[in-house]
Structures are given as C-alpha cells and as structure tokens.
Nanobody
C-alpha cells in the first residue's frame, strides 16, 4: 500500500505562484511514476504533469507547459508542483497520484494510488 498526502493549496491572485507538495509513505519503493491531476467544478479530471522516478523524465499538459514544474525528492519521497503565472482557469482540486507500472503517465486510469486532493483557487 502507498499513502499520498497533498498540501500547499490555497487562494492566490492571477499571476501569482503556489507550490504543491505530495508526501508518499508506505511501499514507496514500488512507485515508478508520480503524477498531478486536477478537477475543476463540472469538469472531468485532467492530467497536469508527471515524473518518472527512474531517469526523471517529465511530462506536462499543454495548458501548463512553461508555467508549472514537477520535481521530486526521492530521499524524502515527496513530489512537488511549482505553479507560476497562475490563471483563473487553473482553479481546481489538485490530486497527487502514484503509478506502480511503466505505462502511459497521462492516463489517470493507469494510476494505482491517489491523494485526497488540495484546493487551488486563482482569483482574477
């Protein structure tokens, strides 16, 4: 089992920055990919970013490329999402997820464990 706990959400003005954290515990050695997804009210959950623990390859949704950065501290089993130049359309609940397999990291159905989510609200 893997447990994921997100933190760092909040309210920020457009153009501002936030950094989300996701602390993993349990059988963390089995994790191959860590990802961030988000779900806005009335919308489907969507991919934001992912990072492979082996090699450190990163992947981003087009909507956040150049503004968000995903990184990981393997020693502390924590993944971060640095969000800059935030826009009102970034408002959503952000979820951290862990994938134990080498699979399409942009597909939420490939992820095995999920955090409880953290709210990010960007005001205009």
């Amino acid at each position: 089992q893997v447990q994921l706990v997100e933190s760092g959400g909040g309210l920020v003005q457009a153009g501002g920055s936030l950094r989300l954290s996701c602390a993993a515990s349990g059988r963390t050695f089995s994790i191959n990919v860590m990802g961030w997804f988000r779900q806005a009210p009335g919308k489907e959950r969507e991919f934001v970013a992912a990072i492979r623990r082996s090699g450190g390859n990163t992947y981003y949704a087009d909507s956040v490329k150049g503004r968000f950065t995903i990184s990981t501290d393997n020693a502390e089993n924590t993944v971060y999402l640095q969000m800059n130049s935030l826009k009102p359309e970034d408002t959503a609940v952000y979820y951290c997820a862990a994938d134990l397999d080498y699979s399409d990291c942009k597909d939420q159905w490939n992820y095995d464990y999920w955090g409880q989510g953290t709210q990010v609200t960007v005001s205009s």
